[in-house]
Nanobody, 114 residues
Framework: VQLQASGGGLVQAGGSLRLSCTVS????????VEWHRQVPGKPREFVAH???????DYADSVKGRFTISRDIAMTTVYLDMNRLKPEDTAVYYC?????????WGEGTLVTVSS
């Protein structure tokens, strides 16, 4: 199973970015896909989750600003990030859960300037 995250970049505070996570190489669809983020020297933290049925959940720090969505086959999951803050700066990783197994992709760097 391969996951490819993309869409990171440099944006000013208050701006927006859309991250994409493409899942490939599995016979089965993801049961759920998550976004996590990590700042150097700190633990990786949960950002958002979406289940195959469409239900989603968010970390308190991003509620109301970030939206997770997916295509019907769960092959691509998006993270729309609005009203970005400097503290959102991190490497963002996507995670696919298939049959109880977690698969991580490479991260994409998001930098929010003040």
């Amino acid at each position: 199973v391969q996951l490819q995250a993309s869409g990171g970049g440099l944006v000013q505070a208050g701006g927006s970015l859309r991250l994409s996570c493409t899942v490939s190489g599995s016979t089965f669809s993801s049961d759920g896909v998550e976004w996590h983020r990590q700042v150097p020297g700190k633990p990786r933290e949960f950002v958002a989750h979406i289940r195959s049925g469409g239900m989603s959940d968010y970390a308190d720090s991003v509620k109301g600003r970030f939206t997770i969505s997916r295509d019907i086959a769960m092959t691509t999951v998006y993270l729309d990030m609005n009203r970005l803050k400097p503290e959102d700066t991190a490497v963002y990783y996507c995670l696919s859960i298939i049959g109880g197994v977690n698969y991580w992709g490479e991260g994409t760097l998001v930098t929010v300037s003040s």
